[in-house]
């Protein structure tokens, strides 16, 4: 498993991964993808800094730029976002067996929850303490989302002159029904411009 020294995988010689497994890290990784799967609402956007806070604050498994670099990644690439990011930590941290394990835990609570409520959804669609349960999650899950936002762009260093950018996004597929797809490459296209403009005018070397 070889790539670019720089990127976000490396090799996993360098980390040692192939020398020895660190079976203890990987238990510690599924109960943690494990809570992290049984008690977050929201969806990924939601889990996004709950994992950030496990992997990078709590346990030290990666950088913050290293994780911000994963997460860009999973929000760009199709399929579930809580399961992209599972899989690239978990493969960045202990290789294919990692992703494994924190894909698979990191759903399984999940896929019971929700198997659970389709057999008995019937029953406690109008129980009024139900409802009120999930009335009282629902602000909270606004503030989950909101919370990694305020830390990715803090980590990254943006200033305030780059804030316009999020907000006419949001704004293109809010009101003019702008496509995220669409969003995606012309971010893509319009960073790998702006990144051959920076190293050109810094006399063409390269990063």
Aim: charged fraction near 15%; glycine fraction near 10%; hydrophobic fraction near 55%.
């Amino acid at each position: 498993m070889q790539s670019l020294k720089n990127g976000i995988f490396v090799d996993m010689k360098e980390k040692g991964l192939q020398k020895r497994r660190d079976w203890r890290q990987l238990l510690q990784m599924a109960k943690t993808f494990f809570l992290i799967g049984g008690f977050t609402f929201g969806g990924g956007q939601a889990m996004i800094q709950l994992i950030r806070t496990e992997v990078v604050d709590k346990y030290g498994w990666l950088e913050d730029k290293e994780f911000i670099d994963l997460f860009a990644m999973a929000q760009s690439l199709p399929g579930i976002l809580a399961v992209n990011i599972a899989i690239f930590v978990g493969y960045r941290i202990q290789g294919f067996l990692g992703a494994l394990v924190c894909a698979f835990f990191g759903t399984m609570p999940s896929f019971v929850i929700i198997l659970l409520l389709a057999m008995f959804a019937s029953d406690v669609k109008d129980n009024p303490t139900v409802e009120a349960i999930f009335k009282g999650i629902r602000p909270v899950v606004v503030a989950l989302i909101a919370a990694p936002t305020i830390t990715v762009w803090q980590a990254l260093g943006l200033g305030w002159k780059w804030v316009w950018i999020p907000i006419v996004v949001a704004l293109s597929i809010w009101l003019l029904g702008v496509s995220p797809v669409a969003v995606i490459f012309i971010s893509a296209f319009l960073g790998w411009f702006y990144t051959i403009y920076i190293v050109r005018s810094k006399g063409g070397e390269e990063k």
